[in-house]
């Protein structure tokens, strides 16, 4: 009789120490559990630039809400898609468009280069600037950033990148809010970001 009335709370305990550690997991990644520190703990200085060459630091995030993708030109489907969803966003947002900064950070610089962001881009939203940057400037940023971007070899020598696919949506004063949804309408996801002007 012992036996059979200890295995539910075993079971519920179980779970509810799971729970927790799965909560503080979550907590971790979005900065932590405090509310009041001074500085999240994603995000930070960074220099990089934008496929018409101009520099671009955390302080051209200032002002106005911030989608940030990180993926790479070489991408096959999640980085494409990703992108065009944004910029389904955008379209969907109309001249408010302007008032949203869409950053597509590359975490692949060796093939990234300013031109080859420029080409890429082309097919998307023109409201989407791409960045890019020496291999220590974009390690510093995805380091700052929490995202996770590893070198993949390929049997032909070539190579893929694997990386964090989640969508960034910064507020006005550049700090990291939340992955931002795209599993929503662009006119729903449209009023979502306006909340953050």
Known sequence: MATSSTR?????????????????AVFFLIGGLRTDAP?????GPFQLTD??????TEKSLKGKPTLMFFGFTHCPDVCPTSLF???EVLRAMGPDAGRVNAYFVSVDPER???????????????HLKGLTGSPEAVDHMIKAYRVYAKK?????????????????????????????????????????LKRYF
Do not use: N
Request: zero cysteines; a negative charge.
């Open 8 to 24: 539910p709370g075993v079971v519920i305990a179980a779970f509810i120490i799971s729970l927790a550690i799965g909560l503080a």
């Open 39 to 43: 500085v999240s703990s994603i995000g």
């Open 51 to 56: 496929q018409t060459g101009a520099s671009v």
């Open 85 to 87: 969803e944004i910029s």
């Open 112 to 126: 990234d280069t300013p031109a080859v962001m420029k080409d890429y881009l082309q097919s998307f939203d023109p």
């Open 152 to 192: 993949v070899p390929l049997k032909d020598g070539d190579y893929t990148m694997d990386h964090t696919a989640a969508v960034y949506l910064l507020d006005r004063d550049g700090r990291f809010v939340a992955p931002f949804s795209l599993k929503q309408t662009p006119q729903q996801a449209a009023a979502d």
